[in-house]
């Protein structure tokens, strides 16, 4: 996860191309910024009026713009990219400006905006801009609306943004390839009037799957549901940075879903209202608090909490298969199976690399660290202050902290927990309990050591 020490490092790794923007100079083309690294940016802080909070992007950044003559200029520069999932980990995919999920775009409600595009891909391109209100002519259908935008070409789009929300903008352009090689990315529209929808910290990520093949380095684009890596924003557990709160901040959290299945995303410890879709804000009246919100596939969710209990909270998909890295699908259950050396020995025979395991469950394999093949992350993984997570994919954590300044996103290290607050192992005997089936008195057999007497005080 991000230290103090990397996160101040990465913004070092947002560079601009001079060899281009040179070029792009001469034909009035911005300046098209690049970012080298997988890690949080800071905000980008609004330069010209009016002033609003801007997004945090997780394991993202902003795209920066140069005014010309009251129009916000944008570069978005379709390309191939490596992304690093998590350490250990890294997936050849198409992005933009060096990263997928592309940049984020902010601008402001009643903004006018010119975004240029110029495509490095092998094949031809467009994009669409996902829930803006725009004239026909800038939807980006590519064969609909314009034509496809061909490989070193450029092409402008012009339109205003006619709302405040959160967007999002990707291919439409041989959709299936294209989507699945993650050309995608955000886009937050401010209100022109910075106390409307006010929040302390606002945060946003894409939800993408994969399926990239233990050992490989591209995913497999004609896969339909069989994905095996759960993505925040093109990063897995362990390589997703914990979205950092002050105690009391009014948190914003903006999820968009571009894969192929519905993701319930679950906070611990709070309430939270859905604030806000693809379709913008959802008035006061509409909202009710959650605790899950489901983000269904092509949509956006936005809620706000009030970050009023300090810890490190999971906020995660709550489909356990999608908090999980790349797996064998084909394992069997062996939960509550005596796995005996003779049984083993059997197996081996027919299955020559079977591995006995999985007897009382499959946490154990969090701790196994079993050799896997090149550019693979364990099933599961991560370690904490108590021991390992046994996570992967769609996790991570909101990290609440008192004392924080206002515009800390550094990732805090472990909470400190108040003593006596941690739940912990009880001395002392269990008292017997009683099966409600009908038969007084059924003891529920207990694993000891055979030979003790079960009533036998420890
Ligand atoms: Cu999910």
Redesign the pocket.
Known sequence: MMSRRSFIGAAAGLVSVAALSGRAQAASIPEAHYATSAQTQPPLSPSNAPEYQPVVTLNGWSLPWRMNEGVKEFHLVAEAVVREFAPGMKVHLWGYNGQSPGPTIEAVEGDKVRIFVTNKLPEPTSIHWHGILLPNGMDGVAGVTQPHIPPGKTFVYEFEMKTSGTFMYHTHSDEMVQMAMGLMGMIVVHPRDPDQHRVDRDFVFM?SAYDVDPGTYAPKVVEMTNFNM?TFNNRVFPGIDPLVARLNDRVRVRIANL?M?????HLHGHYFSVTGTDGGWIPRSAQMPEATVDVPVGTIRAFELVADNPGDWALH???S??TMNAMGHDLRTFIGAKQSRRIVRAITKLVPDYMPMGSSGMGEMASMHMPGPDNALPMMTGTGQFGPIEMG??FTLMKIRSGLARNDYKDPGPYEFPAGTVAHEVQGRSPETLRHNGVEGTKIPTARPSGHDHHEHH
């Open positions: 939800l759960w894969s299945t519905n993701h319930p995303i998909c709550h489909k298969h999608h994919g769609m």
